[in-house]
């Protein structure tokens, strides 16, 4: 009888450590579980851009020089959120008279002699652009007097982005087409788009 009560003592002995080890170990799954999903959570919110800035109004102008077979291309933000010029990237397609051309203008603001120049890295792919001292190309158009939103830090409303496809670059012919986009960098976003006519 002894054998019996002492067999049946260990028994719910035994029977008793079973909840609290599972119990345990249910414990231990939820937080490995809570671990892992934090840890994609925070991986895929690191890789979430930064949202794009919002101009609501700009005009796009292509001043043609006569005699000259260029042009002068402003960018004119009337309205919206003013960005950092360090921020953005210029697209350029261009229709010369060789045959479409296509540069950016990068690793902005303008570099040395407040220019746009292939030396100082700011030209990547054609380099259909004028690297003249901005403030000289702006002598080109009158509302310009400053250099342009090139020269500054931020482009925000009432200022103008400005260069010049020069005739030794890229020769424009009445009808030719220029299309322009400017890229916030951070959120790789366009964020103005114009297209102009010679």
């Known amino acids: 009888m002894q054998e019996v009560s002492n067999r049946m003592y260990m028994g719910s002995e035994s029977r008793g450590a079973s909840p609290a080890v599972g119990i345990i170990l249910m414990v231990a799954i939820v937080v490995i579980i809570a671990a892992v999903i934090s840890v994609s959570s925070f991986g895929f919110l690191g890789n979430l851009r930064d949202p794009a800035p919002n101009i609501a109004a700009a005009s796009g102008d292509l001043t043609t020089q006569s005699g000259n077979g260029g042009g002068i291309v402003l960018l004119t933000h009337k309205g919206g959120d003013s960005v950092r010029v360090a921020d953005l990237e210029i697209g350029v397609r261009a229709e010369c008279k060789s045959g479409t051309k296509r540069g950016r203008i990068v690793n902005l603001p303008a570099g040395s002699e407040n220019a746009i120049r292939a030396s100082d890295g700011q030209i990547e792919g054609d380099n259909i652009f ?3 001292y901005l403030k000289t190309i702006d002598n080109g158009v009158d ?12 482009y925000s409303a009432s200022s103008t982005i400005l260069f010049r496809i020069p ?3 890229c020769e424009l012919t009445p009808g030719s087409e220029v299309s322009v ?14 297209q102009m006519t010679a």
């Open 130 to 132: 004028d690297e003249s």
């Open 143 to 154: 509302r310009v007097n400053d250099g342009g939103a090139l020269l500054k830090n931020r």
């Open 167 to 169: 005739k030794s670059k």
């Open 181 to 194: 986009q400017v890229v916030h960098t951070p959120s790789q976003s366009v964020i103005l788009r114009k």
